[in-house]
């Protein structure tokens, strides 16, 4: 949004400098994003007298002017046909830059006569589109600045211009009165009077406007008035200069007016040649899909349905709240216009001017929300400008459908600009600044401004009252201590867990990845998943059509893409949901890590080796250990088809408390995922982890004896396909409260013990904890190993 600030004093009677204004508007909250001065580029040209000017020997229509500047005569060659002896000129000497033709002024000669200098025009200087002949000033001294003449005698020519930012919620800043309505509340000056139209209609309006039922919604209100006998032309000088300063090229008076009512009042308005609408009716509908329409920007569009559109008898003419059609556009030779005030649906506008790619002021304006309440007066103020301008005689006006009621109060609760904001700020100082902005006070209810559809409660009140106020005002202040001793704590057990369990992955020197909880079909039927209860309804592509059933596929592909770039040794491991459906609570959150590769570098000693299940299988129970787990657990098999059938445990409390699966990926798995190498993996369930039953701060003694521990050495024959965790397991369970730990140190296959025999040998300690272990008591529980090891495996004691 660019306005010039004789533009702003306009409707703001201030005497704030440029800068003053420029620091409120970005401390309100309408950014200023640049200042441009206007006169900068003027600032070398200065003003000279023609002595005299005679006809050049060579060309019948250049003169050669003997021109009086601040450094004495200059001879200047010109042939403008105003150059002539005792006019007061804007002379530009050599090296000066004439922005109107980009170009440094230089020496030169002109058939055979040298220049210096030359005198110029109002659009070299980019003042004007006037070319025609050089600047003929009324009064000046010789030598002065021009510029300096200028800001005595036509200021808004030199006036500095200023542009905004807009936020969405603020369609009342994108016109200048909004703008000058903020400024006045803030201090900086008295708002204006709003001129109040008077507009008496002279005859009737002979052209009638409709409403579809089904449209209103998208066009509540259609207001319009015809003005015959208009002369159309060059707009007034002043209003030229307005628009070319914000970057708008003056066209003719009628199209100009509405540019300038849609930058000064945020109030887009449309003229039609009134003789050219067919049927004398307008008629506001729904595109039914296939319309065309030829637009001001002389571009053809096609519509699609639902869009909105005004027609006359003979098709469409406009696109409601976007832009107007060139066949019933106003040229000079318009003598009748129809000039429409009309509010449209923002959000239907949106669509509209998005879907035909049409960026223009009055879309701009219609879809962030003009104030519907001033659409009848917009009207005629822009009409009664066009008959005191170009002349004419107004009709009555016309309407179809009604202005839409955006009446809405809400509560002013002074106490809670120090509860939301913390600024202190008295009653009778917010009250002010409300009835400033426009709200109107009754009681200690402020009723909503037409022009303000962003403010929809009592803290977009407080928000007001703060913004005015200053928010650079707000001091910080020590909080009052609320609570006494310790607070509770934040976050859940599972959240620490979480985080345990981050931290000491990290510490064994994984690396966190954070996939997307979405991956293709293919992988997740490798897991378990692909079904269509984890479907995607509107997946955002292919790869991502499902809900992941494990974590393990994310880190996959990950890894994958590694190897594919020449990272074959790789330690990754992730945190979060996975889903086994598709309701709420159909998810659990895991820990998985993944070990692809080798261990390490190449070692001229043979440190370097393939990972292997013991790995994975000791991070594992680093991370249990972490969130808690208990030292005492289980190593089952049986987890699913994914994990390798022989090289994998499950990590159980019993054979129905999971706690962890380990092990090696099955190598069709690999495959499919692409990975080279051995992959090692853990999937872990924190939340099946036993909370403590006592909750505190403090950690339990370390439970240590001081009695001699006792270790003994069996070896059983057993069949070939007996696992080793099936007899360390039977091992274990003889004597819980005696066995401390059971480890397997031999593996003997062949030799005497025959065909499909193997001999496994394990070390059983004994921990006692209350007194030293006799051969009696020894012997008993040796027995009961041997028992429990024969049922549980149908093997024997090597002899």
Not at 130 to 146: Q, W
Not at 424 to 453: C, K, N, Y
Not at 555 to 563: C, D, S
């Amino acid at each position: 949004m660019k306005f010039t600030l004789s533009w702003l004093k306009q409707h703001l009677d201030t005497t704030a400098s440029v800068d003053d204004i420029c620091y409120a508007l970005t401390d309100l909250g309408l950014e200023v994003e640049g200042v441009e001065d206007r006169g900068a580029k003027l600032a070398d040209f200065t003003i000279g007298k023609v002595i005299s000017a005679e006809k050049h020997p060579d060309a019948d229509r250049l003169r050669v002017c003997q021109v009086d500047t601040d450094e004495g005569m200059k001879q200047i060659i010109c042939g403008a046909p105003n150059a002539r002896e005792g006019i007061t000129v804007v002379v530009a000497k050599p090296g000066v830059y004439v922005p109107g033709i980009d170009t440094t002024i230089g020496v030169g000669k002109i058939r055979g006569i040298e220049s210096f200098g030359m005198m110029a025009s109002e659009r070299e200087m980019e003042l004007s589109e006037e070319h025609d002949g050089i600047i003929e000033l009324p009064s000046g001294e010789v030598g002065d600045r021009f510029v300096d003449w200028l800001a005595e005698n036509d200021p808004a020519k030199v006036d500095p211009v200023i542009e905004i930012a807009i936020t969405p919620n603020r369609p009342d800043a994108l016109g200048v009165r909004g703008i000058a309505r903020d400024l006045a509340a803030r201090g900086l000056g008295t708002l204006k009077a709003a001129p109040e139209p008077s507009l008496e209609g002279a005859f009737p309006c002979p052209i009638t406007v409709t409403i579809d039922d089904d449209t209103l919604g998208q066009c509540p209100v259609f207001f319009g008035r015809m003005i015959r006998g208009v002369k159309n032309g060059p707009s007034p000088a002043w209003l030229r200069d307005r628009l070319r300063a914000i970057g708008l090229r003056p066209i003719s008076f009628l199209v100009d007016v509405t540019n300038y009512f849609t930058f000064d009042r945020n109030r887009p308005l449309h003229v039609f040649d009134a003789d050219k609408i067919a049927g004398g009716a307008l008629r506001v509908h729904r595109a039914v899909g296939g319309e065309t329409l030829v637009a001001l920007d002389d571009k053809e569009y096609t519509f699609a349905p639902d869009m909105t559109l005004i027609s006359d008898a003979n098709g469409v003419e406009s696109i409601g709240g976007v832009m107007g059609g060139l066949h019933s556009g106003c040229t000079e030779e318009t003598v009748n216009v129809f000039v429409e005030a009309a509010y449209f649906d923002p959000v239907r506008t949106a669509y509209t001017g998005r879907a035909l790619r049409i960026n223009s002021d009055a879309r701009y304006r219609f879809e962030r929300g003009i104030d519907p309440a001033f659409t009848p007066i917009g009207l005629d103020l822009a009409c009664e400008m066009i008959v005191d301008i170009a002349g004419g005689e107004v009709s009555s006006r016309v309407q179809a459908g009604a202005i839409p009621d955006t009446a809405r109060a809400y509560r002013l609760n002074a106490a809670r600009v120090q509860s939301l904001v913390g600024m202190d700020i008295p009653e009778s100082e917010q009250r002010q600044t409300l009835t400033a902005l426009g709200f109107r006070l009754d009681g200690d209810m402020a009723h909503v401004p037409s022009w303000r559809p962003d403010v929809m409660g009592e803290a977009d009140l407080v928000e007001e009252v703060a913004r005015i106020a200053s928010l650079t005002k707000l001091k910080g202040k020590p909080l009052p201590r609320l609570t006494t001793g310790v607070p509770k704590p934040v976050m859940t057990p599972m959240q620490r867990r979480q985080q345990a369990a981050r931290r000491t992955a990290a510490a064994l020197g994984y690396n966190e990845c954070v996939t997307y909880s979405f991956i293709d079909q293919a992988s997740a039927a490798l897991f378990g998943g692909g079904d269509d209860a984890t479907m995607l309804e509107n997946p955002i592509s292919t790869d991502m059509s499902h809900m992941r059933p494990a974590l393990l596929p994310g880190l996959l592909q990950a890894a994958a893409r590694n190897q594919a770039r020449g990272f074959m040794d790789l330690a990754l491991f992730e945190v979060g949901p996975a889903f086994h459906g598709g309701e709420p609570g159909e998810e659990h959150n895991l820990v998985s890590g993944l070990l692809v590769g080798r261990t390490g570098p190449k070692d001229v000693h043979g440190a370097s080796r393939p990972v292997d299940v013991f790995d994975v299988k000791a991070d594992a129970e680093a991370v249990l250990a972490a969130v808690g787990a208990p030292a005492r657990v289980q190593i089952l098999r049986g987890a699913s088809d994914w994990w390798h059938p022989g090289r994998h445990g499950m990590i159980c409390l019993g054979p129905k408390k999971v706690l962890g699966v380990y092990g090696e990926l099955h190598p069709r798995v690999l495959d499919a995922m692409d990975i080279k190498g051995p992959a090692m993996a853990f999937t872990l369930w924190p939340e099946e982890v036993p909370l403590p039953r006592k909750a505190g701060t403090n950690r339990g003694a370390q439970d240590i004896s001081d009695l001699q521990a006792v270790e003994r050495d069996f070896a059983f024959v057993v069949d070939a396909g007996v696992d080793a965790l099936t007899l360390v397991n039977a091992a274990s369970g003889a004597d819980k409260a005696l066995i401390e730990d059971v480890r397997v140190f031999d593996e003997f296959i062949g030799g005497s013990l025959g065909e499909g025999k193997k001999s496994l040998a394990i070390t059983v300690r004994l921990q006692p904890r209350e007194t030293t272990l006799k051969d009696a008591d020894i012997e008993a529980v040796a027995k009961k190993v041997i028992e429990k090891v024969t049922k549980a495996t149908g093997g024997s004691l090597r002899g």
